[in-house]
C-alpha cells in the first residue's frame, strides 16, 4: 500500500478534531503535539504498514514522525500482532498479515511519551471482487477527447456498497532520437593528465532508447452504488487520459486498487476529501468535529486519523495508442527536441597557468560542455563538423560536438531501463 505523502496528515491536522463518543470545538483544543494515526489495513497477504506523525502548532503546514511508539493490532480471540518501526514513523507488521473476515481487530497505539490509544473494534466489510475493467474513448466536459478507466461497481446484497480506489500507472517512454551513442571521459583535471579539459564520448552498452515511466494517484477517489438510480450496479469513471497526454503515446498499464469500505469508513473519507485546500479549512468551514474511531486513554490528549480495515482487489489493463486513435499523430514527446546546441569546451577567453601546484585562470573557468554533461542535462547528438581540435586556440569554434536535450536520446532521462516484470507488449 503506497503511502501518499500526507497532504492528509496536513488536512488533518487543520481540520480535524476527532472523538468516537463527543464533539467538540476547534477554539477549545491545543492543536500542538497531536497523534495522527493513518491506519490502512486489508485482507491482502502482505506485510502491512501502519504511519504515525504529530502535527506542530494550529496553522503550521509542518509535522514530524512519531517515533519509537508500540503499535499493535490484536484480535477478539486475543490473538497480537506487532507492528515494529522499520523507519521513521513507519511501523511494518512482523509477520505476513492475514486478517480474516471472521475476526474484529483493534489496533493499540502507546508512545515513548506513555500516551496510550484505542481503536474500536473493527471487522473487514465484505468483499467485492474488481471483475470489470475497461478503458473507453470519451470526451471530457470541456470536449477534449482521450479515454477514461471505468469499473463496474456493484452491491452483493440489498445495501449500498462503498468503494475507494487508488492506481498505479506505468508507461513506456521511447526516445526519438536514439543514437547509441553517450558521453566516456569528462575530464576537469586540466594539468594533471597532461591533455587538458576533455570529453570523449563511446557506444552506449545499457539499454538507453526503451525505458519505463510510473506514476500513482493522489487524491482520494470513492465511490458507491447510492449513484445508481435503479439498480446496485454501474459503471464508475475515475481516471481520464487525454489523447495529447504523454504517457498514452506508446504503451501505458493501470494497475487499480479497489477497497471495500464500511459505510463509516467511506463518510470519514467522503468527509475528509471535502477539505481541499487545508491552507483555506478555518475561512471555508465552521470548526467542528470529524467523527473517528481512535480513542485517547488519557484524558484530554487526541489523536486524528482512522483505523481502516479494507476488503482489497486489483486489476490490471494495457492499452496500446494506436488502438484508440489509429489515425492520430502521438502526442508530443515531453522534452523539445527541435533545437540544437553547441556548449563550448572552453569558453572565449580561456587561458590556464600552473604555479606553485595551483591553477590560475584568466576568463571563464567552467566548461559549458562539461557543466551540461554532469548536471545531466544534455546528450550526445552528433560530431560538430566546425570543429579543429588542433587550432582550437586560433579559431572562435571551441564546441567539439552538437547536442540536444539529454532525453532526446536516452530514455532514463525520464525514467528506469528495467523492464517491469509484468509488462506485456
Known amino acids: 500500500m503506497p503511502r501518499n505523502p500526507l497532504m492528509v496528515t496536513l488536512l488533518f491536522s487543520l481540520s480535524m478534531v476527532v472523538s468516537c463518543v463527543e464533539e467538540f470545538t476547534?477554539?477549545?483544543?491545543?492543536?500542538?503535539?497531536?497523534?495522527?494515526?493513518?491506519?490502512?489495513?486489508?485482507?491482502?497477504?502482505?506485510?502491512?504498514?501502519?504511519?504515525?506523525?504529530?502535527?506542530?502548532?494550529?496553522?503550521?503546514?509542518?509535522?514530524?514522525?512519531e517515533v519509537g511508539a508500540n503499535v499493535r493490532l490484536v484480535d477478539d480471540a486475543g490473538n497480537r500482532i506487532l507492528f515494529l518501526e522499520s523507519s521513521s514513523g513507519v511501523y511494518t507488521s512482523a509477520t505476513i498479515l492475514e486478517l480474516s473476515h471472521d475476526r474484529a481487530y483493534r489496533l493499540e497505539i502507546e508512545t515513548r511519551d506513555n500516551l496510550k490509544y484505542k481503536s474500536s473494534w473493527e471487522s473487514l466489510p465484505e468483499r467485492n471482487d474488481l471483475s470489470d475493467m475497461a478503458f473507453k474513448k470519451v470526451s471530457n466536459d470541456s470536449g477534449e477527447e482521450g479515454v477514461s478507466v471505468a469499473v463496474q461497481i456493484k452491491s452483493k446484497s440489498q445495501s449500498p456498497s462503498y468503494f475507494r480506489y487508488e492506481y498505479d500507472e506505468t508507461y513506456q517512454i521511447i526516445a526519438p532520437e536514439y543514437n547509441g551513442v553517450t558521453w566516456d571521459e569528462v575530464d576537469y583535471d586540466y594539468f594533471g593528465d597532461g591533455d587538458g579539459w576533455e570529453v570523449t564520448i563511446k557506444l552506449e552498452?545499457?539499454?538507453?532508447?526503451?525505458?519505463?515511466?510510473?506514476?500513482?494517484?493522489?487524491?482520494?477517489?470513492?465511490?458507491?452504488?447510492?449513484?445508481f438510480d435503479s439498480d446496485a450496479t454501474g459503471n464508475f469513471e475515475f481516471r481520464f487520459l487525454s489523447k495529447d497526454n504523454y504517457v498514452i503515446s506508446n504503451r501505458y498499464s493501470i494497475l487499480v486498487k479497489q477497497y471495500s469500505l464500511h459505510p463509516d469508513t467511506y463518510t470519514f473519507y467522503n468527509t475528509i476529501d471535502s477539505f481541499s485546500d487545508f491552507e483555506s479549512v478555518f475561512h471555508s468551514i465552521q470548526p467542528g468535529a470529524v467523527e473517528s474511531n481512535i480513542n485517547s486513554e488519557n484524558g484530554n490528549t487526541i489523536a486524528i486519523g482512522y483505523f481502516d480495515l479494507s476488503s482489497y482487489s486489483e486489476k490490471r489493463l494495457f492499452l496500446s495508442y494506436t488502438d484508440f486513435f489509429p489515425d492520430s499523430p502521438l502526442p508530443p514527446y515531453p522534452v523539445n527536441c527541435k533545437r540544437i546546441f553547441k556548449p563550448e569546451l572552453y569558453t572565449e577567453g580561456f587561458h590556464a597557468t600552473a604555479i606553485h601546484g595551483y591553477i590560475e585562470v584568466d576568463g571563464a573557468s567552467n566548461s559549458p560542455l562539461m557543466d551540461g554533461i554532469l548536471s545531466g542535462q544534455i546528450g550526445f547528438y552528433a560530431q560538430n563538423p566546425d570543429y579543429d581540435q588542433s587550432s582550437q586556440d586560433l579559431y572562435p569554434e571551441r564546441a567539439p560536438y552538437l547536442v540536444k536535450p539529454l532525453g532526446c536520446s536516452d530514455c532514463r532521462a525520464l525514467g528506469s531501463n528495467v523492464r517491469p516484470d509484468f509488462w506485456i507488449d
Open 26 to 65: 476547534a477554539e477549545t483544543l491545543n492543536f500542538e503535539d497531536i497523534l495522527v494515526v493513518e491506519a490502512k489495513l486489508t485482507d491482502k497477504v502482505e506485510q502491512q504498514r501502519i504511519f504515525l506523525s504529530r502535527t506542530s502548532a494550529l496553522l503550521s503546514d509542518s509535522s514530524q514522525n
Open 205 to 227: 552498452r545499457e539499454e538507453s532508447r526503451i525505458c519505463y515511466g510510473k506514476g500513482e494517484s493522489n487524491d482520494i477517489i470513492l465511490a458507491s452504488t447510492e449513484l
